[in-house]
């Protein structure tokens, strides 16, 4: 079911989500939907939108639903940096659909993740990807892309 996205300003977008335990991962199903149908409904009505963290719609956990091509969602995520690479990206949110924030990320990204089946994954991404990834980790973290804002004129207001 599709979920309020959570905006810039809510107090649980800063928190630290705890850990998927593997015996939880039948009751994360639900949340893992709602992730789907919530990522879903912002791309009819914003025409943007390739994933979202379980906390911007208020679940505290380490998940992320991830759709490009095809669906991943990725369970208690490690992400890892081959070297220091990085890129000047205009990066946007959910939790904030009218804001551009100018950020540095990594080039290059590698994330280690636990699937529904409790199988460990490794996935490389370059570009866009890693960015993309990077963003979502940082919302398990309680950091967005305004707390790495470039400098303070690396905010822009998009229709």
């Not at 091509?69 to 990206?89: G, K, R, S, Y």
């Not at 804001?99 to 866009?128: F, N, Q, S």
Request: hydrophobic share 40%; net charge negative; aromatic share 10%.
């Amino acid at each position: 079911m599709k979920q309020k996205v959570l905006l810039l300003g809510n107090p649980a977008l800063y928190e630290v989500c705890a850990p998927v335990q593997k015996d939880e991962r039948q009751a994360m199903l639900p949340a893992i939907d709602d992730l789907r149908d919530t990522l879903f409904a912002y791309r009819e009505q914003y025409h943007a939108g390739r994933a979202i963290a379980a906390p911007q719609i208020g679940v505290q956990k380490r998940l992320i639903y991830f759709y490009v091509d095809q669906p991943i969602v990725f369970i208690n995520p490690i992400l890892t940096f081959a070297d220091d690479e990085m890129m000047t990206v205009m990066d946007d949110c959910m939790s904030f659909p009218h804001l551009l924030v100018k950020v540095y990320r990594h080039k290059r990204c590698t994330i280690r993740y636990r699937d529904l089946d409790w199988a460990e994954h490794t996935l490389a991404l370059e570009g866009d990807l890693s960015e993309l990834l990077q963003h979502e980790y940082d919302h398990l973290d309680g950091i967005l892309a305004t707390m790495r804002a470039i400098d303070n004129r690396s905010y822009f207001y998009k229709e």
